[in-house]
Nanobody, 125 residues
Framework: QVQLVESGGGLVQPGGSLRLSCAAS????????MTWVRQAPGKGLEWVSV????????TYADAVKGRFTVSRDNVKNIMYLQMNSLKPEDTAVYYC??????????????????WGQGTQVTVSS
């Protein structure tokens, strides 16, 4: 069955860095666009980034552009999110998710068909 497993979250001071990983199994990872989304306490889902199936194309939400970098290894079936210059407003549970169709930048959770369990990122001094 399809599995997405995130790791790499934690507590970091403002200005620090973290790298999240999403290990995928049970489907043709290299054939699929993949996304990172996040949900802060008391807030709705927020799309963060998307990477094309080959990894050649990436897009970011304005809130993270220039600070976050998404990448993927289609041999290991892992997607990464390198997060630099972290801010308190980046505090959230981060999820990797597979888009259901061809809309890759949505905050609507119905447009994603598979999710990981999430990894908590807390940015605080």
């Amino acid at each position: 069955q399809v599995q997405l497993v995130e790791s790499g979250g934690g507590l970091v001071q403002p200005g620090g860095s973290l790298r999240l990983s999403c290990a995928a199994s049970g489907f043709a990872f290299s054939d699929n666009y993949m996304t990172w989304v996040r949900q802060a306490p008391g807030k709705g889902l927020e799309w963060v980034s998307v990477i094309s199936s080959s990894g050649a194309s990436t897009t970011y939400a304005d809130a993270v552009k220039g600070r976050f970098t998404v990448s993927r290894d289609n041999v290991k079936n892992i997607m990464y999110l390198q997060m630099n210059s972290l801010k308190p407003e980046d505090t959230a549970v981060y999820y990797c998710a597979r888009p259901r169709g061809r809309i890759y930048t949505s905050n609507d959770r119905k447009l994603y068909d598979y999710w990981g369990q999430g990894t908590q990122v807390t940015v605080s001094s």
